[in-house]
């Protein structure tokens, strides 16, 4: 890097804060910050506990935005106002250590960039995930269990909490569906980008010759709804099984049907849930993994999106991204055009770059 393209940087990273403070509007929340700072010293205010609490994390939300971009933006306005200096004392050293500190500049930008990104009113929920394989039997079922793993890591990485509602194991390896809540910051909003059908290519550990298969698996994510939300669904609508729970549980799952399975009838929606030895418990699972999915449908009408994964085929020309293992190794994402060829990182669930490329490329500031 020399000193035309560091000042290239300088340039298009401000432009970015200020576009970002467009945005943000800092002063309005600086604003609504003293407006909940004074209905706290209203002794009345905490007569209502559950009106306090949305307040309250209201406030966490605007502190934890505000102290971002403040961050943010003062890297920037340091790191022009020390650039000025160095070049006006000749300080070749100071410069240099800039010039090398760039990229970490860059990121802090980015950094800020996905938080914008992910300050829609959902996105800060839990996030409700179901895989299911596509057509493909044994192979389909593999890809579908490596996916969930894939996912498991992530999760791992990033510190968030995973609770299994439903896991129905392959007749011979993998999974026949899995459904899960993950639990954590911004959890929907990461990865509701994974939302979709992922395409697997590979030579088939299944294939005694050795031959190249390709399979599929759909992504369903949807945000987890709060109790506040009213989502009417109508019992009539409402096909209610119960089966014996699969996998591990224990003796007791096993001999009681205590997993539910719920099929919404207007709509075609299945969930189920087993992870529980109360079919009650089960049941009231099953009943908000409904709501959650129904409330995201509702979203997508809303947003007017022509497709959605519930009516997508899981097979050929749906894919959101393609795992390429032979003859070359790449993944692809279809929505950020971004390819990366660290293929057994992202299955071992080095997957947030990713993501972060596809929130980017779909809503830029």
Same mark, same amino acid.
């Given at each position: 890097?020399?000193?035309?393209? =560091?000042?290239?940087?300088?340039?298009?990273?401000?432009?970015?804060?200020? $576009?970002?403070?467009?945005?943000?509007?800092? =002063?309005?929340? %600086?604003? !609504?910050?003293?407006?909940?700072?004074?209905?706290?010293?209203?002794?009345?205010?905490?007569?209502?506990?559950?009106?306090?609490?949305?307040?309250?994390?209201?406030?966490? @939300?605007?502190?934890?935005?505000?102290? @971002?971009?403040?961050? *943010? %933006?003062?890297?920037?306005?340091? *790191?022009?106002?020390?650039?000025?200096?160095?070049?006006?004392?000749?300080?070749?050293?100071?410069?240099?250590?800039?010039?090398?500190?760039?990229? $970490?500049?860059?990121?802090?930008?980015?950094?800020?960039?996905?938080?914008?990104?992910?300050?829609?009113?959902?996105?800060?929920?839990?996030?409700? +995930?179901?895989?299911?394989?596509?057509?493909?039997?044994?192979?389909?079922?593999?890809?579908?269990?490596?996916? &969930? #793993?894939? &996912?498991?890591?992530?999760?791992?990485?990033?510190?968030?909490?995973?609770?299994?509602?439903?896991?129905?194991?392959?007749?011979?390896?993998?999974?026949?569906?899995?459904?899960?809540? +993950?639990?954590?910051?911004? *959890? =929907?909003? &990461?990865?509701? *980008?994974? $939302?979709?059908?992922?395409?697997?290519? !590979?030579?088939?550990?299944?294939?005694?010759?050795?031959?190249?298969?390709?399979?599929?698996?759909?992504?369903?994510?949807?945000?987890?709804?709060?109790?506040?939300?009213?989502?009417?669904?109508?019992?009539?609508?409402?096909?209610?099984?119960?089966?014996?729970?699969?996998?591990?549980?224990?003796?007791?799952?096993?001999?009681?049907?205590?997993?539910? #399975?719920?099929?919404?009838?207007?709509?075609?929606?299945?969930?189920?849930?087993?992870?529980? !030895?109360?079919?009650?418990?089960?049941?009231?699972?099953?009943? %908000? /993994?409904?709501?959650? #999915?129904?409330?995201?449908?509702?979203?997508?009408?809303?947003?007017?999106?022509?497709?959605?994964?519930?009516?997508?085929?899981?097979?050929?020309?749906?894919?959101?991204?393609?795992?390429?293992?032979?003859?070359?190794?790449?993944?692809?994402?279809?929505?950020?055009?971004?390819?990366?060829?660290?293929?057994?990182?992202?299955?071992?669930?080095?997957?947030?770059? /990713?993501?972060?490329?596809?929130?980017?490329?779909?809503?830029?500031?």
């Amino acid at each position: 890097m020399d000193n035309y393209e =560091y000042t290239e940087l300088l340039k298009t990273l401000n432009t970015k804060v200020e $576009n970002i403070a467009q945005v943000v509007k800092p =002063y309005s929340l %600086k604003n !609504r910050l003293d407006e909940i700072n004074s209905l706290e010293n209203d002794p009345d205010f905490w007569q209502d506990i559950s009106k306090a609490g949305v307040i309250a994390k209201e406030k966490s @939300k605007i502190n934890s935005m505000l102290d @971002k971009f403040n961050s *943010a %933006k003062q890297a920037v306005d340091d *790191a022009k106002d020390l650039y000025e200096l160095a070049n006006s004392e000749n300080d070749t050293e100071t410069i240099q250590s800039l010039f090398d500190d760039a990229q $970490n500049l860059q990121d802090h930008i980015i950094n800020l960039e996905i938080v914008m990104l992910l300050s829609g009113d959902d996105d800060s929920k839990n996030a409700i +995930v179901s895989i299911h394989p596509g057509a493909g039997g044994t192979e389909s079922n593999d890809w579908a269990s490596m996916l &969930y #793993r894939m &996912y498991l890591r992530f999760c791992e990485r990033e510190g968030f909490k995973v609770e299994t509602l439903d896991f129905q194991e392959g007749d011979e390896a993998g999974l026949k569906d899995v459904s899960f809540i +993950v639990k954590g910051e911004n *959890a =929907y909003g &990461y990865l509701k *980008a994974e $939302n979709g059908i992922h395409r697997l290519v !590979r030579t088939s550990p299944f294939d005694s010759a050795g031959r190249r298969h390709t399979s599929f698996s759909s992504v369903m994510v949807s945000p987890e709804i709060d109790d506040d939300i009213e989502i009417n669904i109508d019992e009539k609508d409402l096909k209610i099984d119960t089966y014996r729970a699969s996998g591990a549980g224990g003796q007791h799952v096993n001999k009681t049907e205590s997993a539910i #399975r719920i099929t919404h009838v207007p709509t075609g929606i299945v969930v189920q849930c087993q992870n529980d !030895r109360s079919q009650h418990k089960n049941r009231a699972t099953a009943m %908000k /993994m409904l709501k959650s #999915r129904l409330y995201e449908l509702e979203l997508i009408k809303q947003q007017e999106a022509s497709t959605s994964v519930e009516k997508s085929e899981i097979g050929w020309g749906h894919q959101i991204r393609s795992y390429v293992l032979f003859p070359y190794q790449q993944v692809k994402d279809n929505r950020s055009g971004q390819a990366y060829s660290q293929t057994d990182a992202i299955l071992d669930g080095d997957i947030k770059k /990713m993501i972060e490329g596809v929130l980017i490329s779909q809503k830029s500031i």
